[in-house]
């Protein structure tokens, strides 16, 4: 079997991007409680900062892949057109995009380990 040459891998959050939209959605989930909710923000953010090992775990990525991680206002038009469920993980091969990990199989990643087990998945589809 041959392995698919990956041209991209986007990390695609439920969440609109920019300075005012992250301060509302954390304000939304953190002090509102509101029914606001991102698998993939829960796992590379801890209530403030980015988590260091999700930082790493990019830029390991971007080593021998185009990474984007992408907001749901900042996504391409050819993304848009395949209706995804954000969040989401999509490689994009030289004809086609893939979807390999969903909101639903985000929600199964602790928080703790989160990173790890998105790392690993996403490796067993790559590699």
């Known amino acids: 079997m041959t392995k698919k040459k990956f041209k991209t891998i986007y990390f695609i959050y439920n969440a609109d991007g920019g300075l005012l939209n992250e301060i509302k959605y954390w304000i939304n989930k953190n002090l509102l409680k509101k029914n606001t909710k991102c698998e993939l923000c829960d796992i ?72 790890k087990e998105l790392r690993e998945k996403v490796f067993e589809k790559v590699i």
């Open 44 to 115: 590379s953010h801890s209530k403030i900062f980015v988590r260091s090992e999700w930082l790493e775990f990019i830029k390991e990525l971007k080593k021998e892949y185009k990474v984007e991680v992408l907001h749901r206002n900042e996504i391409p038009e050819s993304l848009l057109k395949k209706n995804y469920a954000f969040p989401c993980v999509i490689l994009e091969t030289e004809h086609d995009l893939i979807e390999i990990i969903n909101g639903i199989s985000l929600s199964r990643f602790t928080k703790t380990e989160g990173v």
